[in-house]
């Protein structure tokens, strides 16, 4: 290991103890790197920059972030509740039912898991809250079901993997979609059983009238996830422009349909947005200096000799990546493991044979999975946050949800085709 | 002279992210709307998008500094005591100004040096895609300034702790230890 390297490591670990931003201490530790090693320093600047200025795939991350801001901001969430709930109508538990499904709708414009939960959540948790359901459940069942939002297309983080591994998008988009949808039929079969064994109330009956009118009132927030998903698939834009045509069309919703967003209110969404799209991208940018000095001193071949030499069975493989990224989860952030330790696994998937497309959707599950782990879970954080529910009682509830999406975890790690056949029938592999 | 530098950071780190932010998105809807609507493909809208994202990233990470919305791992520092938890944060942010530091002029001359080259349709100078990232590391390194000065309070015993380890550990573990919003 040379000297540079160790240095680097130092850093990147001091990051942690030191509690600095880690975006920033991903810069320093790669300009302690290029100092010690005599390289010149304009490398930071060429690396980031070039990272923004040549990627054209990660400009559809802001106008995600975007795309959920507005649909935040206005009443889309209100709209896409009732419909939900007018789904489920006199289901015995129907408010934990209309959570997983209402977050699965939401999922399809938004893909982003903190502005579900955030968002979404507050009605959701609110609502439970008054028909008395426990708040423990409440908040955990809000937090897993959020889960499903970076998983169903759009998807973020599935943008951020398609750049580091130079896969399709779309191909991505469309392999979430049975995961998703996993997800959310465990979820729902887990709520059934425990408002059947804690008597949750149930919903109310909704005449046909009335669900049709909740249907009509919804359906221009329903048929976003519809132009985005068909935009993309005939082809007729690159997965960056529809995020753009997401963004005009949730902002035509807001204002025309529902008058929801004046111009006050848009300009504090796009000031919002900004800030997200900052915290955001600049950790990509420094991610792509490390990944360079990853690559420099050859660290992806040493690990992925090593961990070849523990074993070159794929399943074996597989299993070892889940564990790491739960541990990891439990910890790090997300965006810190996607960017830092997925790039150094992905050659060594790649090496096994094993399919690029499966091995995102693993990888990206398993990091959403851990948005709902203890101790370092920020989806339990966010639903205790806005509900004032201690965490310790979304904590002690979270435990069978996340049953649930280990479950699910496992079946689409062993089960490739569960993945695969929905991009595969679609021509896309 | 105070207010006045005040309107021109929020020049900068708000208003110029935000028109950025906006003349991405509408070129984007402008193309493809170009593209399929009229049938006339705009290649123009590529030099702008593109600006416009290199700008909207690094000025907004800028304000996301201000607004203390950068990824943190906070779970070992709220753990420490008052003087342990400033001295850990003023290491960490006299590390953060000194490469930072390190950084600003390469970056000039590099930005400078790639005014050679110019964006494919708008003839713009690469220059202005890779300036704003020297202003980018001269304001982190502002913003890092003043809570050293705090921690320097908080271990002279001048102040009993910091304003971010108190709140960090009175809303224990809330929508600040992390702010993020691309999951």
């Given at each position: 290991?040379s000297?540079g390297?160790?240095?680097?490591?130092?850093?990147?670990?001091l990051?942690?103890?030191?509690?600095?931003?880690?975006?920033?201490?991903?810069?320093?530790?790669?300009?302690c790197?290029?100092?010690?090693?005599?390289h010149?320093?304009?490398?930071?600047?060429?690396?980031?920059?070039?990272?923004?200025?040549t990627?054209?795939?990660?400009?559809a991350?802001?106008?995600?972030i975007f795309?959920?801001?507005?649909m935040?901001s206005?009443?889309?969430?209100?709209?896409?509740?009732k419909?939900?709930g007018?789904l489920?109508?006199?289901?015995?538990?129907s408010l934990?039912?209309?959570n997983v499904i209402?977050?699965?709708?939401?999922?399809?414009?938004?893909?982003?898991?903190?502005?579900?939960?955030?968002g979404l959540?507050?009605?959701?948790?609110?609502?439970m809250?008054?028909?008395g359901y426990?708040?423990g459940?409440?908040c955990?069942?809000?937090?897993?079901?959020a889960?499903?939002?970076?998983?169903f297309?759009p998807?973020?983080?599935l943008?951020i993997?398609?750049?580091?591994?130079?896969?399709s998008v779309?191909?991505l988009?469309?392999?979430?979609?049975?995961?998703?949808i996993?997800?959310?039929l465990?979820l729902?079969?887990?709520?059934?059983?425990v408002?059947k064994?804690?008597?949750?109330?149930?919903g109310?009956a909704?005449v046909?009238?009335?669900?049709l009118?909740f249907?009509?009132?919804?359906?221009?927030?329903?048929l976003?996830?519809?132009?985005?998903?068909l935009g993309?698939y005939t082809?007729?834009?690159t997965?960056t422009?529809?995020?753009?045509?997401?963004?005009?069309?949730?902002?035509?919703v807001?204002?025309?349909?529902y008058?929801?967003?004046?111009?006050?209110?848009?300009?504090q969404?796009?000031?919002?947005?900004?800030?997200?799209?900052g915290?955001?991208?600049?950790?990509?940018?420094?991610?792509?200096?490390?990944?360079?000095?990853v690559a420099?001193e050859?660290?992806?071949?040493h690990v992925?000799?090593w961990?070849?030499?523990?074993?070159?069975?794929k399943?074996?493989f597989?299993?070892?990546v889940n564990?790491?990224?739960?541990?990891?989860?439990?910890f790090?952030d997300t965006?810190?493991?996607?960017l830092?330790?997925?790039p150094?696994?992905?050659?060594?998937a790649?090496?096994?044979?094993i399919?690029?497309?499966?091995?995102?959707?693993?990888?990206?599950?398993?990091?959403?999975?851990?948005?709902?782990?203890?101790p370092?879970?920020?989806l339990?954080?966010?639903?205790?946050?806005?509900?004032?529910?201690?965490?310790k009682?979304?904590?002690?509830?979270?435990?069978?949800?996340?049953?649930a999406?280990?479950?699910?975890?496992?079946?689409?790690?062993?089960f490739p085709?569960?993945?695969?056949?929905?991009p595969?029938a679609a021509?896309?592999m | 002279?105070?207010?006045l530098l005040?309107?021109?950071?929020?020049?900068?780190?708000?208003?110029?992210p935000?028109i950025?932010?906006?003349?991405m998105?509408?070129?984007f809807?402008?193309?493809?709307i170009s593209r399929?609507?009229?049938n006339h493909?705009l290649?123009?809208t590529?030099?702008?998008?593109v600006?416009?994202f290199c700008?909207?990233v690094?000025?907004g990470?800028?304000?996301?500094?201000r607004?203390h919305?950068h990824?943190?791992f906070t779970?070992?520092?709220e753990?420490?005591?008052?003087?342990?938890a400033?001295?850990?944060r003023l290491?960490?942010?006299?590390?953060?100004?000194c490469?930072?530091a390190l950084?600003t002029?390469?970056?000039?001359?590099?930005?400078?040096?790639?005014?050679?080259?110019?964006?494919a349709?708008?003839?713009i100078?690469?220059?202005?895609?890779?300036?704003?990232?020297?202003?980018?590391?001269?304001?982190?390194?502002?913003?890092s300034?003043?809570?050293?000065?705090?921690?320097?309070?908080?271990?002279?015993?001048k102040?009993?702790?910091?304003?971010?380890?108190?709140k960090n550990?009175v809303?224990l573990p809330?929508l600040?230890?992390?702010k993020e919003?691309g999951?």
């Amino acid at each position: 290991m040379s000297v540079g390297l160790l240095v680097t490591l130092i850093v990147f670990v001091l990051i942690f103890f030191l509690r600095m931003p880690i975006a920033l201490g991903m810069l320093s530790a790669a300009t302690c790197y290029l100092v010690v090693s005599g390289h010149d320093l304009s490398l930071v600047v060429n690396q980031v920059m070039n990272t923004f200025y040549t990627n054209y795939v990660i400009i559809a991350v802001p106008l995600f972030i975007f795309t959920a801001n507005v649909m935040n901001s206005g009443k889309v969430t209100d709209m896409v509740f009732k419909f939900a709930g007018g789904l489920c109508g006199r289901m015995r538990g129907s408010l934990g039912q209309v959570n997983v499904i209402a977050s699965l709708i939401f999922s399809g414009m938004t893909g982003s898991a903190i502005a579900d939960a955030a968002g979404l959540g507050k009605i959701e948790i609110q609502a439970m809250r008054e028909q008395g359901y426990d708040d423990g459940f409440s908040c955990a069942i809000t937090a897993a079901s959020a889960t499903i939002g970076p998983i169903f297309p759009p998807s973020i983080p599935l943008v951020i993997y398609a750049m580091l591994s130079s896969t399709s998008v779309g191909a991505l988009f469309m392999g979430g979609m049975v995961p998703a949808i996993l997800l959310a039929l465990t979820l729902m079969l887990y709520v059934f059983i425990v408002a059947k064994k804690r008597n949750y109330p149930r919903g109310e009956a909704v005449v046909v009238r009335e669900f049709l009118k909740f249907c009509l009132r919804a359906l221009p927030a329903l048929l976003t996830p519809v132009i985005l998903l068909l935009g993309i698939y005939t082809g007729v834009m690159t997965p960056t422009e529809a995020g753009a045509i997401a963004g005009l069309y949730a902002l035509l919703v807001s204002v025309l349909a529902y008058h929801a967003i004046g111009w006050k209110e848009l300009f504090q969404v796009v000031k919002t947005t900004v800030r997200d799209v900052g915290a955001t991208s600049i950790m990509i940018g420094a991610a792509t200096i490390i990944s360079y000095i990853v690559a420099r001193e050859q660290l992806a071949a040493h690990v992925g000799n090593w961990i070849l030499s523990i074993t070159s069975n794929k399943y074996q493989f597989l299993l070892l990546v889940n564990l790491v990224i739960l541990v990891l989860g439990m910890f790090i952030d997300t965006s810190t493991i996607q960017l830092v330790f997925v790039p150094i696994m992905i050659p060594v998937a790649r090496a096994l044979g094993i399919d690029l497309i499966h091995f995102g959707l693993v990888v990206t599950f398993n990091m959403m999975v851990g948005l709902s782990t203890p101790p370092f879970g920020m989806l339990l954080f966010i639903t205790s946050g806005i509900s004032g529910t201690p965490l310790k009682s979304v904590m002690k509830e979270i435990l069978w949800p996340l049953l649930a999406m280990l479950l699910v975890l496992v079946i689409i790690t062993y089960f490739p085709q569960v993945v695969l056949f929905l991009p595969k029938a679609a021509g896309l592999m | 002279m105070k207010k006045l530098l005040l309107f021109l950071r929020n020049c900068l780190e708000v208003y110029v992210p935000i028109i950025s932010f906006c003349v991405m998105f509408s070129a984007f809807v402008l193309q493809v709307i170009s593209r399929y609507v009229f049938n006339h493909p705009l290649t123009w809208t590529n030099d702008l998008i593109v600006l416009g994202f290199c700008w909207t990233v690094i000025l907004g990470a800028c304000y996301t500094m201000r607004e203390h919305g950068h990824v943190q791992f906070t779970m070992l520092y709220e753990s420490y005591s008052p003087r342990v938890a400033a001295a850990a944060r003023l290491i960490g942010n006299v590390l953060i100004i000194c490469t930072f530091a390190l950084l600003t002029v390469p970056s000039v001359r590099f930005a400078l040096f790639q005014g050679f080259q110019r964006t494919a349709v708008l003839r713009i100078s690469l220059t202005w895609v890779f300036l704003p990232f020297a202003y980018f590391l001269l304001s982190i390194i502002g913003y890092s300034i003043k809570p050293c000065i705090e921690d320097i309070k908080v271990l002279c015993g001048k102040l009993p702790d910091s304003e971010d380890h108190l709140k960090n550990k009175v809303t224990l573990p809330k929508l600040n230890v992390t702010k993020e919003a691309g999951k």
